[in-house]
C-alpha cells in the first residue's frame, strides 16, 4: 500500500510541567497522549471529541503550528517535526488550517482581497488581482468584493474568504476546525457543500474536527473520536455508525439529537468521562479491517 | 379551556442605531398554554432571543425601544409592571437560562451562594433549609458531590457543569415558565443529552411549561410539543411539532429540514443549501422577509407582509406565506 499523505505516530502534546516561572512544579497535562491517525489523499477524516479532549491542539500539533513533544508527523513521505521555520516553510505550502470564528481569523483592517493574496506574497508567488478573483470565484464570492473590509460580510461570506486563503497555495490538506459551529444553520449546508466541491475539484484531503457526529457522518469517510487525549477508536463511517465499540463513542452516537418527533425517546445512559478515563497502558487493537479501539 | 399561562399580543420591538431604526420583533403575537413546550428555531436576525428579553425586561432601554404590544402572564401585562415586581417574577415563577454560563456567574461569590440568594429571594427557605435546597438542586442537574461544589467557585466548574449550575438556577424556585435560550448550545452533546433528559423529566414531574430557543431541529423534536420557526423578527410557521415536521408549510422551514444532513444526501454527497444569507435588520426587505431567499417566492411576497393563517387542518398549524408550498413541491414532484 502506498504511504498516506498524511501519516501521525505515537503523536505527543503536553502542556505545563516544571516550567514555571518561579520554579514552582506544575502538573503536566497530556492534551494529546500517544494518539496515531492517518489521512489519506482526497479524503476526509472527522477527529471527534468534546470540549477539552484534544482534538483541536492535535490538529494545530499536525501542522506544527505547535510543537509535537514526542512521536512523528510525516507529510507527502517527509518527517516534518522538528523542521526549523526555514525548512517547514515549502511544507506549510501544502498544508493549511480553517478556524471556528470567521469573524477572529480577519483581520479588521486589512482588504479582504490582500488577506486572501497574503499568503501568495509570502510565498513570492504571483498575487495578481486576476489570480484573487478567480479564487473568489472558487468559494462563491463576487471579485467585486475584493477592496471591501471584514465588517462588510456575514458570517458565511468571511468562512469563503478564510477557504480562499486557504486554497490560495493549491495544499493538498487542510484542517478544519469546526469551521461550521459559529455559523447560522441555513449557512452550515452551504459551507459543508463548498468543502466538498474544493475536494472534487482540488483533490484536498481534509482533517475535519468537529464535537458531533451527524454531519462528520455525512462529510467524512473514516472517524477517530479521542477522549481526554486519546483516541479510544477509530473506522470508517460505516463501520462507527453500525458497530460501535467503545462505550464513549456509543454515548456520542447515543447523544445525537435526531430531528424526527416519532421516533420515541428514551432516556440516555450517562457516560461519566471523569471515571472513564482511559489508562495509560491502554492499546488500540483491530477488531475488524481498519476498525481499531482502545482495550483498557 | 383554562386562559393560556402565556400570551403575546402584537410585540414591535425596535433597536435605535446610527444607522437608523432596526425593527428585531414586528407585531409578534402567540399563546402558550400551561404546561406546553414551545420550541423556536430561528437565526441571526430571527427575533427569537429579543422577544424573550423584551418581555422580562431584561432589554437596554436605549438603544431598545417596545413599540408596542402587551405580554401577559397569568393575566398580568409585563410590559406595565413596575421593575421591582418584574424582578420578584423573575428567578421566581419564570426561571431563565441564557447560553453563557460563565458571563451569567459572578465569579468571586461560590456558586452555593449565588444559588442561595435566588432560593433566598423568591422563597421562605432561609439558612440550613435553603442551603439543603442548593444541594438538592445540584444533584438534580446531575453534579456529583453537591455538597462539596457549592462551596467551590465558577472557575473550578467546566463549561458544562457551569451551565448545570445555571440551570438549577433557574429551575431553583419551580418556575412555572422556564426560558432557555440557547441553553446547551455550547455543551458537549453529551451534556446536552442529559440536560435535555433533565428538562422532559421536570416536565413530568412538575409540570413545568417551557419556551426553549434554539437553531437545532433536533433538539426541537426531542423536546418541543410545538415548534415556531421565526425569520426577520416574525414567526414563519407554528404548529403542533409532528404536523410541521411531516409537511412543513413555509419555504424556510422546509429548508432547514431539508438541509440536515441524513442518509440520503450522503448518498449524493449533497446538502440542500438555502440560497443567501440572512437579513440585514437594518435594510430589511419589503414583504415576506424570506422572499428574496425563498425559489417559491411570489411577486406578492415581495411586495406585501403575510399573515400567519391556518396552514393545514391540523389545529394550530400556522404559517405565514402568500405561496401554497405543498402544492408547489406536488406539481415539481409530478414534472421530474
Known sequence: ?296 | MAPPLLEIRNLTVAFDTPAGRVHAVNDLSYTLNEGETLGVVGESGSGKSVHVLAMLGLLPSPPAKILSGEVLFQGRDLLKLPEAQLRELRGGQIGMVFQDPMSSLNPVLTVGRQLREVIERHSDLRGAKAEARATELLDLVGIPNPGARLKQYPHEFSGGMRQRVMIAIGLSCNPKLLIADEATTALDVTVQAQILDLVRDLKDRLGTTVIWITHDMGVVAELADTIQVMYGGRIMERGPVRAVFRQPHSAYTWGLLRSLPDEGARAQRRLYQIPGAPPDMANPPAGDPFAPRNPYATDRCRTEVPPLRPASPVPGHMVAAWYDLPARLAAEAAHG
Open chain 1, 1 to 296: 500500500m502506498a504511504e498516506p499523505l498524511l501519516e501521525v505516530r505515537n503523536l505527543i502534546r503536553t502542556y505545563g510541567g516544571n516550567r514555571s516561572l518561579l520554579g514552582g512544579a506544575r502538573p503536566v497535562l497530556h492534551a494529546v497522549n500517544d494518539i496515531s491517525f492517518h489521512v489519506a489523499a482526497g479524503e476526509t477524516l472527522g477527529l471527534v471529541g468534546e470540549s477539552g479532549s484534544g482534538k483541536s491542539t492535535a490538529g494545530r500539533v499536525t501542522l506544527q503550528l505547535e510543537p509535537a513533544d514526542g512521536g512523528s508527523v510525516r507529510f507527502a513521505g517527509q518527517e516534518i517535526t522538528g523542521l526549523s521555520p526555514r525548512q517547514l516553510k515549502p511544507v506549510r505550502r501544502q498544508m493549511q488550517m480553517i478556524f471556528q470564528d470567521p469573524y477572529a481569523a480577519l483581520n479588521p483592517r486589512m482588504r479582504v482581497g490582500s488577506f486572501v493574496a497574503e499568503p501568495l506574497v509570502v510565498h513570492g508567488e504571483d498575487a495578481h488581482k486576476d489570480r484573487i478573483a478567480d479564487l473568489f470565484r472558487i468559494v462563491g464570492l463576487d471579485p467585486a468584493f475584493m477592496t471591501r473590509y471584514p465588517h462588510e460580510f456575514s458570517g458565511g461570506q468571511r468562512q469563503r474568504i478564510c477557504i480562499a486563503r486557504a486554497i490560495a497555495l493549491k495544499p493538498s490538506f487542510i484542517v478544519a476546525d469546526e469551521p461550521i459551529t459559529a455559523l447560522d444553520v441555513s449557512i452550515q449546508a452551504q459551507i459543508v457543500n463548498l468543502f466538498q466541491d474544493l475536494q472534487d475539484q482540488l483533490g484536498l484531503a481534509y482533517l475535519f474536527i468537529a464535537h458531533d457526529l451527524s454531519m462528520v457522518r455525512y462529510l467524512c469517510q473514516r472517524v477517530a473520536v479521542m477522549l481526554r487525549g486519546r483516541i479510544v477508536e477509530t473506522a470508517s463511517v460505516e463501520q462507527i455508525f453500525s458497530n460501535p465499540q467503545h462505550p464513549y463513542t456509543r454515548s456520542l452516537l447515543d447523544a445525537i439529537p435526531v430531528p424526527d418527533p416519532d421516533r420515541p425517546r428514551r432516556k440516555r445512559l450517562a457516560f461519566d468521562v471523569a471515571s472513564n478515563i482511559p489508562p495509560r497502558e491502554a492499546v488500540m487493537a483491530e477488531i475488524a479491517p481498519g476498525h481499531f479501539v482502545l482495550q483498557p
